[in-house]
């Protein structure tokens, strides 16, 4: 968990805004995730990243967009068009050398739209 | 593409007791199978995960079975303690290039 940071921890969105959750890690590793969590809710996939400019959707791609400009970082933007929005939300990295290994979570972002 | 459940959905044990957590999937490509502990408002810790190409792995209390024919794999802990109690989620996933696929969770209560 250490080296995979997420700011910030708690963010309110007016309706009709766009707002950017950061995620940043020092790990080196070379794949990234996003997930949407509800109360009470399992993991949801957003988006997910195996290298840099290289992205794909997830189970729930609509109204979020991704970027990976840099390997160490992955930000999300939630869009006006994403209607429901308040949850929590985890980014998470992997190392990716030829076998899958464990995730590492960010501590996640609580958004609210207001 | 990979299809993982969990049951039960809830799980409550006397301290001290054990208690059995059972994920099945899907996708017979899956090779590696982690587990993750989430305590409120908190992120997903992993506790313990497996490979396919090992039937059985212990720590400490925790412990995770794989049947790689019947798809499916298990997590247990013995002599459970009130910090155990938690949300615990499963995974699987295949080889390179593929994103994970989570359960939907079990909420362990343990009760003193």
């Known amino acids: 968990d250490g080296g995979i940071t997420q700011s910030p921890k708690y963010l309110f969105r007016k309706e009709g805004q766009n707002v950017t959750l950061s995620c940043e890690q020092n790990l080196n590793h070379d794949a990234m995730y996003w997930y949407r969590q509800d109360p009470g809710q399992g993991l949801r996939l957003i988006y997910y990243s195996q290298i840099v400019n290289d992205f794909q959707k997830g189970d729930i791609a609509e109204g979020y967009s991704v970027s990976r400009e840099k390997k160490e970082s992955f930000p999300l933007t939630v869009t006006s068009a994403q209607k429901n929005p308040t949850a929590f939300y985890l980014c998470?990295?992997?190392?990716?050398?030829?076998?899958?290994?464990?995730?590492?979570f960010g501590p996640g972002t609580r958004l609210t739209v207001l | 593409g990979e299809n993982v459940e969990q049951h039960p959905s809830t799980l409550s044990v006397q301290e001290g007791d054990s208690a059995v957590i059972k994920c099945t999937y899907s996708?017979?490509?899956?090779?590696?199978f982690p587990w993750y502990k989430q305590e409120l408002g908190k992120r997903p810790q992993l506790i313990i995960d497996?490979?396919?190409?090992?039937g059985e792995k212990k720590d400490q209390r925790i412990a995770v079975t794989l049947n790689k024919t019947a798809k499916h794999f298990s997590l247990h802990i013995t002599e459970t303690q009130p910090e155990d109690s938690a949300v615990y989620f499963c995974?699987?996933?295949?080889?390179?290039?593929?994103?994970?696929?989570f359960g939907p969770g079990t909420r362990l209560s343990v009760l003193p």
């Open positions: 998470a990295s992997s190392i990716d050398r030829g076998i899958a290994n464990e995730q590492f």
């Open positions: 995974a699987a996933r295949t080889s390179y290039g593929q994103n994970f696929v």
């Open positions: 497996i490979r396919s190409n090992v």
């Open positions: 996708d017979s490509a899956s090779n590696y």
